[in-house]
């Protein structure tokens, strides 16, 4: 299978050349021909499968053949849920669209930043827009920019457009659509409420389900290290020097922990940024490009701040802190091992969060090894009385507002760390399995 055969223009190949794509991937190889037909697309594929491409090549061919609105219109519009993603997708649009006889317009469009630029941008519509969806909703309410001549909608990473909340932005949004449109729907994960998002929006999708397959699965060594957590940034730095990773992602649970392990790192000599949402959007993008441009070698991340981050060549991320959910976990991991390089992903795991870990794993079907690295054994044990949990990924009793949110298709929102502290019988890493 090459591009050639795809149906792309000659400008649009000669981009894809250019950035040394020599075979489509699945699903690139599944959508480009079904979005160019102009078909509805329902995507089940995996972080870093190069689903930017499957969806920014044919997007811009189906623009270039039809004639450029006037006025505040946008053309394609395509809701990310963070800023990055937001960025590095109108990124890609600009690079694959270099070639085109003429022009096309991209703007991309995120809160945190003052809106009037965004409106100034917007005068004259855009071909290709790129939102998250509160800033996007700001500038209809500013009458910056109508959707009502809309031809293409693309929901990326819509898992986690609904993670964050952002179910009745969407709403509104796709109420402002007109009825005849072209949907394209990318999810890593599929749980009840993104399912229902996807029936209620597609029409006839052409499904392309991208399996975990060798081929396209992120090759990733995935590793559980016991530790005591007062001892994870002495580990970290040990695995760091041991290794001699030269560029590790980091995930931490708060916005304080991402600057308290990058100080304790840089103290030890070891370069290391943090990147989280209380940062000025200036100062996320830089420390991005600092870590990209290999100035600093260790980011500190937290969830929302690493969500869609492309870094090429990222060989390893550590979970410090470990992710609330086993979707989180998807995601995290899928930072790295991208587009066919093999990747590592290490866990740290202590008492406390040992049950929430074999939760995880229980979702994906893992049963990892458990490691200790000599000078870090763990001494921690926790006097719990509580079994070990067998239902929800949190290790922790149900709120009557996670039930809600369950019953109704979405994830539970509150309580991070999964309680196993109560006082009785002593807790010995115990096995689900
Ligand atoms: P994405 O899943 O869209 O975030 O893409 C992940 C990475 O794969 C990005 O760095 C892309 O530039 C790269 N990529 C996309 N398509 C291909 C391809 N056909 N061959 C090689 N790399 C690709």
Redesign the pocket.
């Known amino acids: 299978m090459s ?1 050639l055969s795809l149906g792309l223009s000659e400008p649009l190949l000669r981009a ?1 050349t250019e ?7 699945p699903v ?1 190889a599944a959508a480009i021909p079904a979005v160019l037909r102009g078909r509805d697309v329902w995507a089940s ?1 995996q ?8 969806f920014a090549l044919p997007i811009l061919q189906l623009l270039a053949a039809g004639p450029r609105e006037r006025g505040r219109f946008a053309r394609a519009l395509i809701l990310a849920p963070t800023r990055e993603l937001a960025a ?1 997708i109108g990124e ?1 649009f600009r690079l694959y669209a270099r070639h085109l006889p003429s022009p096309s317009k991209t703007l991309v469009v995120y809160g945190g930043v003052s809106i009037n630029p965004q409106m100034m941008a917007l005068g004259g519509g855009a071909d290709v827009l790129v939102a998250t969806p509160g800033r996007l909703l700001d500038l209809i309410d500013h009458n910056a920019v109508s959707l009502s001549a809309l031809q293409v909608l693309v929901l990326d990473e819509a898992d986690r457009l609904l993670d964050l909340g952002f179910t009745d932005e969407l709403a509104r949004i796709i109420a402002l659509l007109p009825a005849r449109r072209q949907n394209l729907f990318f999810s890593a994960t599929f749980p009840p409420a993104v399912q229902q998002l996807a029936e209620n929006l597609l029409r006839d999708p052409v499904r392309i389900d991208v399996p975990a397959e060798p081929a396209t699965a992120p090759d990733i060594v995935q590793r559980a290290i016991e530790v005591d957590p007062p001892r994870r940034t002495q580990l970290l730095r040990h695995l760091i020097e041991e290794n001699q990773w030269t560029r590790v992602l980091v995930f931490v649970a708060t916005k304080y922990a991402t600057e308290h392990v990058a100080e304790k790192l840089r103290k030890a000599g070891i370069a290391a940024t943090a990147l989280h949402g209380e940062l000025s959007q200036g100062a996320r993008m830089q420390a991005l490009a600092d870590f990209k441009a290999s100035k600093v070698r260790v980011l500190l991340a937290t969830d929302l701040a690493a969500r ?1 981050l ?1 870094v ?1 060549d990222l060989p390893v991320v550590v979970n410090f802190d470990l992710p609330r959910s086993a979707v989180d976990y998807t995601h995290r991991i899928g930072r790295t091992g ?3 390089a093999s990747g590592v992903a290490v866990n740290f795991v202590s008492a406390g969060t040992h049950a929430h870990f074999l939760l995880i794993e229980k979702r994906h079907g893992l049963d990892l090894p458990r490691e200790q690295i000599g000078g870090f054994e763990p001494v921690e044990t926790v006097e719990t009385d509580v079994p070990p949990p067998t239902g929800g990924i949190k290790g922790r009793r149900k709120s009557k507002k996670d039930k809600l949110r369950e019953a109704a298709g979405q994830p539970p929102t509150s309580g991070a760390q999964p309680a196993a502290a109560a006082p009785g019988k002593k807790f010995s890493w115990p096995r689900l399995r």
């Open positions: 591009f894809v950035r040394k794509y020599s075979v489509p991937t690139q594929a972080t870093g499968s190069g689903k930017t491409a499957a590095q890609s869609g492309d090429v991208r587009a066919g």
